[in-house]
Nanobody, 123 residues
Framework: QVQLVESGGGLVQAGGSLRLSCAASGRTFSRHGMGWFRQAPGKEREFVATINVISNTNYADSVKGRFTISRDNGKNTLYLQMNSLKPEDTAVYYC?????????????????WGQGTQVTVSS
C-alpha cells in the first residue's frame, strides 16, 4: 500500500511558476512508476507527465517544454516543476503511483492516488 500526499499548489499569475511535491509513504517508492494528472472543472482527468524508476520521462504535448517531472527516491518524493504557467493550466493536480516500474499515460494503469492540490493561474 502506498499513500500519497500532494502539496505546493496555489494561486499564481500567468507566466509564473510553481513546484508541486508528492510525498509517498512506505519503503517501495523507488520501485514505482509515477505520474501527474490534472482535472479542470467540467473536464475529464488528463495526463500531464510520467516518470519511471530510472527517471525516464514523458509529457503531454500541452506542457512539454514548460513542466518538468522528477523524483528523489531518497526522500520518497515526486515533483512537478511548472514554469510559464497559463490560465488553461488551472486544475486540481493529482500524483499517482503504479505497481509497475514503467511509465504510463493512462490513469487506469495507476493503483494509488493522492487527494489532489489546486493550481489556479490568473490572467
Amino acid at each position: 500500500q502506498v499513500q500519497l500526499v500532494e502539496s505546493g499548489g496555489g494561486l499564481v499569475q500567468a507566466g509564473g511558476s510553481l513546484r508541486l511535491s508528492c510525498a509517498a509513504s512506505g519503503r517501495t517508492f523507488s520501485r514505482h512508476g509515477m505520474g501527474w494528472f490534472r482535472q479542470a472543472p467540467g473536464k475529464e482527468r488528463e495526463f500531464v507527465a510520467t516518470i519511471n524508476v530510472i527517471s525516464n520521462t514523458n509529457y503531454a504535448d500541452s506542457v512539454k517544454g514548460r513542466f518538468t517531472i522528477s523524483r528523489d527516491n531518497g526522500k520518497n518524493t515526486l515533483y512537478l516543476q511548472m514554469n510559464s504557467l497559463k490560465p488553461e493550466d488551472t486544475a486540481v493536480y493529482y500524483c499517482a503511483a503504479r505497481t509497475s516500474t514503467l511509465r504510463s499515460y493512462y490513469a487506469t494503469d495507476y493503483e494509488y492516488w493522492g487527494q489532489g492540490t489546486q493550481v489556479t493561474v490568473s490572467s
